[in-house]
Protein backbone atom coordinates (compact mmCIF):
# COMPACT_ATOMS: atom_id res chain seq x y z
CA UNK A 1 0.00 0.00 0.00
CA UNK A 2 0.77 3.56 -0.40
CA UNK A 3 3.06 5.20 2.32
CA UNK A 4 4.44 8.61 2.95
CA UNK A 5 8.00 9.78 4.38
CA UNK A 6 9.32 12.92 5.90
CA UNK A 7 12.67 13.68 5.64
CA UNK A 8 14.88 16.65 6.76
CA UNK A 9 16.83 18.63 9.23
CA UNK A 10 14.92 18.61 12.75
CA UNK A 11 16.71 21.85 13.76
CA UNK A 12 16.70 24.96 11.54
CA UNK A 13 18.52 28.38 12.97
CA UNK A 14 15.64 31.19 12.95
CA UNK A 15 15.57 33.29 9.78
CA UNK A 16 16.99 30.32 7.83
CA UNK A 17 15.11 28.19 5.25
CA UNK A 18 13.08 24.75 6.72
CA UNK A 19 13.31 22.18 4.01
CA UNK A 20 11.99 18.97 3.88
CA UNK A 21 11.15 16.30 1.33
CA UNK A 22 7.98 13.53 1.13
CA UNK A 23 8.48 10.17 -0.36
CA UNK A 24 6.43 8.33 -1.72
CA UNK A 25 6.52 4.33 -1.79
CA UNK A 26 4.07 1.72 -2.88
CA UNK A 27 2.68 3.92 -5.46
CA UNK A 28 2.87 6.87 -8.21
CA UNK A 29 2.74 10.28 -7.32
CA UNK A 30 1.07 11.26 -10.52
CA UNK A 31 -2.57 11.71 -10.95
CA UNK A 32 -3.18 13.06 -7.47
CA UNK A 33 -2.76 16.40 -5.01
CA UNK A 34 -0.58 16.35 -2.20
CA UNK A 35 -0.48 18.26 0.73
CA UNK A 36 1.60 19.73 3.87
CA UNK A 37 0.25 20.04 7.07
CA UNK A 38 2.35 21.20 10.93
CA UNK A 39 0.96 20.82 14.04
CA UNK A 40 3.00 23.13 16.97
CA UNK A 41 3.51 21.28 19.74
CA UNK A 42 0.46 20.67 21.85
CA UNK A 43 -1.44 22.64 19.29
CA UNK A 44 -3.64 22.02 16.01
CA UNK A 45 -3.20 21.40 12.54
CA UNK A 46 -2.95 23.87 10.09
CA UNK A 47 -2.67 23.12 6.07
CA UNK A 48 0.36 25.17 4.51
CA UNK A 49 -0.50 24.27 1.17
CA UNK A 50 -0.83 21.32 -1.88
CA UNK A 51 0.70 20.61 -5.14
CA UNK A 52 -0.77 18.74 -8.10
CA UNK A 53 1.64 15.93 -9.88
CA UNK A 54 1.45 18.55 -12.69
CA UNK A 55 3.70 21.27 -10.41
CA UNK A 56 0.02 23.20 -10.02
CA UNK A 57 0.46 24.68 -6.19
CA UNK A 58 -2.06 26.34 -3.85
CA UNK A 59 -1.06 28.05 -0.48
CA UNK A 60 -2.37 29.29 2.76
CA UNK A 61 -2.69 32.91 2.42
CA UNK A 62 -1.25 33.24 5.93
CA UNK A 63 2.04 31.61 5.09
CA UNK A 64 1.86 32.08 0.67
CA UNK A 65 4.95 34.58 0.92
CA UNK A 66 7.56 32.37 2.91
CA UNK A 67 6.18 28.77 1.07
CA UNK A 68 7.36 26.94 -1.78
CA UNK A 69 6.16 23.44 -2.45
CA UNK A 70 7.87 21.52 -5.79
CA UNK A 71 7.31 18.20 -6.79
CA UNK A 72 9.94 15.76 -8.69
CA UNK A 73 8.02 12.56 -10.70
CA UNK A 74 10.79 11.30 -11.62
CA UNK A 75 11.32 10.56 -7.50
CA UNK A 76 8.04 10.37 -6.45
CA UNK A 77 8.92 13.01 -4.22
CA UNK A 78 7.62 16.16 -3.15
CA UNK A 79 9.49 18.75 -1.09
CA UNK A 80 8.61 21.84 1.55
CA UNK A 81 10.34 25.51 1.65
CA UNK A 82 9.65 27.60 4.21
CA UNK A 83 11.50 31.05 4.36
CA UNK A 84 12.76 33.56 7.47
CA UNK A 85 11.90 30.54 10.29
CA UNK A 86 10.83 31.87 13.61
CA UNK A 87 10.07 29.84 17.05
CA UNK A 88 6.19 29.76 15.55
CA UNK A 89 7.43 27.55 12.69
CA UNK A 90 8.74 24.99 15.00
CA UNK A 91 5.97 21.88 14.80
CA UNK A 92 5.46 18.12 13.08
CA UNK A 93 5.15 18.69 9.65
CA UNK A 94 3.28 16.28 7.57
CA UNK A 95 2.85 15.43 4.62
CA UNK A 96 -0.92 13.81 2.86
CA UNK A 97 -1.96 12.37 0.07
CA UNK A 98 -5.50 13.81 -1.09
CA UNK A 99 -7.97 10.93 -1.73
CA UNK A 100 -9.66 10.84 -5.61
CA UNK A 101 -12.58 9.11 -4.43
CA UNK A 102 -13.37 11.04 -1.24
CA UNK A 103 -13.22 14.71 -2.28
CA UNK A 104 -11.38 17.11 -0.21
CA UNK A 105 -10.04 14.83 1.84
CA UNK A 106 -6.59 13.75 2.94
CA UNK A 107 -6.65 9.61 3.26
CA UNK A 108 -3.17 8.90 3.93
CA UNK A 109 -0.54 10.54 5.68
CA UNK A 110 3.43 10.46 6.67
CA UNK A 111 4.54 9.36 10.24
CA UNK A 112 5.27 13.36 10.46
CA UNK A 113 8.77 15.05 11.24
CA UNK A 114 9.58 17.44 14.27
CA UNK A 115 11.40 20.14 13.10
CA UNK A 116 12.48 22.64 15.57
CA UNK A 117 13.47 26.30 15.07
CA UNK A 118 16.56 27.28 17.68
CA UNK A 119 19.27 28.53 17.68
CA UNK B 1 -9.19 32.51 6.71
CA UNK B 2 -9.53 31.69 10.59
CA UNK B 3 -9.72 28.22 11.94
CA UNK B 4 -12.90 26.10 12.71
CA UNK B 5 -14.32 26.29 16.02
CA UNK B 6 -14.60 23.06 18.13
CA UNK B 7 -15.09 22.54 21.90
CA UNK B 8 -11.94 22.08 23.80
CA UNK B 9 -13.28 19.11 25.25
CA UNK B 10 -15.41 16.21 25.48
CA UNK B 11 -16.63 13.01 27.39
CA UNK B 12 -18.76 10.11 27.73
CA UNK B 13 -18.81 6.85 29.39
CA UNK B 14 -18.10 3.49 27.81
CA UNK B 15 -21.23 2.49 25.57
CA UNK B 16 -22.27 6.29 25.66
CA UNK B 17 -22.62 8.78 22.41
CA UNK B 18 -20.52 11.62 22.55
CA UNK B 19 -20.90 14.68 19.82
CA UNK B 20 -18.78 16.63 18.64
CA UNK B 21 -19.20 20.19 16.98
CA UNK B 22 -17.77 22.62 14.23
CA UNK B 23 -18.62 25.97 13.72
CA UNK B 24 -17.22 27.61 10.69
CA UNK B 25 -18.75 30.20 8.15
CA UNK B 26 -20.75 30.91 4.58
CA UNK B 27 -17.50 30.48 2.80
CA UNK B 28 -16.29 27.47 4.07
CA UNK B 29 -18.09 24.74 6.59
CA UNK B 30 -22.04 26.68 5.11
CA UNK B 31 -20.77 26.73 1.37
CA UNK B 32 -19.49 23.61 0.73
CA UNK B 33 -20.53 19.87 1.05
CA UNK B 34 -16.77 18.66 1.96
CA UNK B 35 -15.99 18.48 5.70
CA UNK B 36 -13.80 15.68 6.71
CA UNK B 37 -13.14 13.98 10.00
CA UNK B 38 -9.47 13.31 11.61
CA UNK B 39 -9.05 11.12 14.74
CA UNK B 40 -5.37 11.56 16.23
CA UNK B 41 -3.78 9.50 18.70
CA UNK B 42 -1.00 10.91 20.78
CA UNK B 43 1.89 10.77 19.28
CA UNK B 44 0.47 9.36 15.83
CA UNK B 45 -0.42 10.63 12.57
CA UNK B 46 -4.17 11.93 11.92
CA UNK B 47 -6.91 8.88 10.47
CA UNK B 48 -9.57 9.95 8.21
CA UNK B 49 -12.71 9.02 9.88
CA UNK B 50 -15.58 10.64 7.71
CA UNK B 51 -15.65 13.07 4.32
CA UNK B 52 -18.03 14.84 2.59
CA UNK B 53 -19.81 15.64 5.71
CA UNK B 54 -20.81 11.83 6.15
CA UNK B 55 -18.65 9.40 4.51
CA UNK B 56 -17.24 6.89 6.02
CA UNK B 57 -14.07 5.68 4.19
CA UNK B 58 -13.86 1.88 4.08
CA UNK B 59 -12.75 0.34 7.73
CA UNK B 60 -13.89 3.07 10.02
CA UNK B 61 -16.90 1.52 12.37
CA UNK B 62 -20.43 2.83 11.45
CA UNK B 63 -20.10 3.94 15.18
CA UNK B 64 -19.08 7.33 14.03
CA UNK B 65 -20.94 9.54 11.99
CA UNK B 66 -21.48 12.85 10.51
CA UNK B 67 -23.84 15.52 10.06
CA UNK B 68 -24.05 19.36 8.81
CA UNK B 69 -26.65 21.87 9.44
CA UNK B 70 -25.66 25.30 7.72
CA UNK B 71 -22.23 26.62 9.19
CA UNK B 72 -22.29 23.89 11.80
CA UNK B 73 -20.86 20.57 10.76
CA UNK B 74 -21.20 17.67 13.42
CA UNK B 75 -19.47 14.26 14.61
CA UNK B 76 -20.85 11.75 16.55
CA UNK B 77 -19.44 8.56 18.40
CA UNK B 78 -21.86 6.47 19.57
CA UNK B 79 -21.25 3.42 21.48
CA UNK B 80 -18.03 4.66 22.91
CA UNK B 81 -15.29 2.55 23.25
CA UNK B 82 -11.62 3.32 25.70
CA UNK B 83 -9.56 3.16 22.02
CA UNK B 84 -12.19 6.34 21.16
CA UNK B 85 -9.51 8.55 23.57
CA UNK B 86 -8.76 11.00 21.01
CA UNK B 87 -8.23 14.55 19.47
CA UNK B 88 -10.64 14.90 16.57
CA UNK B 89 -9.92 17.16 14.08
CA UNK B 90 -12.61 18.89 11.10
CA UNK B 91 -11.56 20.09 8.45
CA UNK B 92 -13.60 22.11 5.29
CA UNK B 93 -12.46 23.40 2.39
CA UNK B 94 -12.84 27.12 1.61
CA UNK B 95 -13.00 27.53 -1.87
CA UNK B 96 -10.13 28.57 -4.29
CA UNK B 97 -8.91 25.23 -3.35
CA UNK B 98 -7.89 26.05 0.44
CA UNK B 99 -8.25 24.07 3.52
CA UNK B 100 -9.00 24.98 6.56
CA UNK B 101 -8.76 22.98 10.13
CA UNK B 102 -10.89 23.16 13.28
CA UNK B 103 -9.40 23.97 16.70
CA UNK B 104 -9.96 20.34 17.73
CA UNK B 105 -11.43 18.30 20.23
CA UNK B 106 -9.83 16.20 23.25
CA UNK B 107 -12.35 13.48 23.48
CA UNK B 108 -12.02 11.15 26.95
CA UNK B 109 -13.88 8.26 27.58
CA UNK B 110 -14.45 8.14 31.37
Not at chain 2, 84 to 107: L, Q, R
Request: aromatic fraction near 12%; proline fraction near 5%; glycine fraction near 10%.
Amino acid sequence: QVQLQESGPGLVKPSETLSLICTVSGGSISGYYWSWIRQPPGKGLEWIGQIYYSGKTDYNPSLKSRVTISVDTSKDQFSLKVTSVTAADTAVYYCARHSKTAWYAFDIWGLGAMVTVSS
Amino acid sequence: QSALTQPPSASGSPGQSVTISCTGTSSDVGGYNYVSWYQQHPGKAPKLMIYEVSKRPSGVPDRFSGSKSGITASLTVSELQAEDEADYYCTSHAGSYIYVFGTGTKVTVL
